[in-house]
């Protein structure tokens, strides 16, 4: 039985990971840590807000003297830091605030960990941190040994956590691991990034608004899949060790796109080429062997099953979206703990 905190548990993957472990660890107790940024969204974690295992605090991970509180308060034997600010649009709007959460919170958690003592810390990072490949050289993966070579104010931001982690661990022994994944897609992602927004958008029948031709490829898998490979991370994982999530399962963007248009019975006529992205990333790809071979990890979902059941949520979880694209659910917080003090 362990405390674990998880941070950033209102947003997409942090709340897929959260239902993970109510249903696969029932025993341990869960503390999510949540700023509720515009990102985060506490109706997604209704299901386990009465359950006496879990609690829910509303907090800043750059916020030392909280951070500090907490730590002292919960004695956590495990961290597993999902909280971030993690659209890459918007980094090359503000890049300052992707500083402050995802560098200098990293920072801070670390710092509580060193302080209170902690039994495993992971950072959950991004495959972005290696930069793209080209598209010419299929032959071409990430492993852990790539270096990094970041191209956003977004990924920067990532790689310059993954290197305070490793510092942590080297200077300070800080029991620390972090795994690198590809891009995820599932239920209660924000309906900012490529697949939700295409689906809604196609719902709507608004134009898709596809970056430049299309063509980039980016290397997708199913959120629960990455949850799991976490999961065994904690578990089994070796501390020190950077893992490599991803299901060799590359895509370009059109294709995608198309694929939603096809299973929504949508024209193609709504695809919109828009302006490049700018640094825009041509391919991202991962190679798992490290992971399979030290841990037995395998993705089980498929993608044309993963994309199927994406899309069969966001139809019937119409409510769930159209609040976020409404801005009704920033208010949920208050409507529904407001009172509660
Ligand atoms: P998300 O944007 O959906 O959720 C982020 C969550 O963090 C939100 O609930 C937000 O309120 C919270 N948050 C933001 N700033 C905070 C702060 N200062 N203090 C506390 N909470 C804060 O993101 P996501 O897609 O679920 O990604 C989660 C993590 O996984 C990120 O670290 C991201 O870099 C990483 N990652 C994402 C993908 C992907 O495809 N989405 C792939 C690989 C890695
Ligand atoms: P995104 O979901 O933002 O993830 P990331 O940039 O972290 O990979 O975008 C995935 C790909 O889709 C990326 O190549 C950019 C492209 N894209 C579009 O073409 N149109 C859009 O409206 C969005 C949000 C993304």
Known sequence: MSKMIVTGGAGFIGSNFIFYQRAHHPEDELICVDKLTYAGNLETLAPVMDDPKFQFVRAD??????????????????????????????????????????????????????????????QVSTDEVYGDLPLDRPDL???????????????????????????????????????????????????????????????????????????????????????????????????GQTYNIGGHNEMRNIDIVKLILQQLGKPESLITYVTDRKGHDMRYAIDPTFIHDELGWLPQTKFADGIRKTIQWYLDNRPWWENIINGDYQTYYERMYGHRG
């Open 141 to 239: 993966f990430f492993t852990e040994r790539t270096p990094l070579h970041t191209s956003s104010p977004y990924s920067a931001s990532k790689a310059s956590a993954d290197l305070l982690c490793n510092a942590y661990q080297r200077t300070y022994g800080l029991p620390i691991t972090i795994s690198r994944c590809s891009n995820n897609y599932g239920p209660y992602q924000f309906p900012e990034k490529l697949i939700p927004l295409m689906i809604a958008n196609a719902l709507a029948d608004k134009p898709l608004p596809v970056y430049g031709q299309g063509l980039n490829v980016r290397d997708w898998l199913y959120v629960e899949d990455h949850c799991a490979a976490i999961d065994l991370i904690l578990r089994q994982g070796q501390v």
């Open 61 to 122: 991970i750059a916020d030392r003297a909280a951070m500090d509180a907490l730590f002292e308060r919960e004695k956590p034997d495990v961290v597993v830091n999902f909280a971030a600010e993690s659209h890459v649009d918007r980094s090359i709007e503000n890049p300052a605030i992707f500083l402050e959460t995802n560098v200098l919170g990293t920072q801070v958690l670390l710092d509580a960990c060193r302080k209170y003592g902690i039994g495993r810390y992971h």
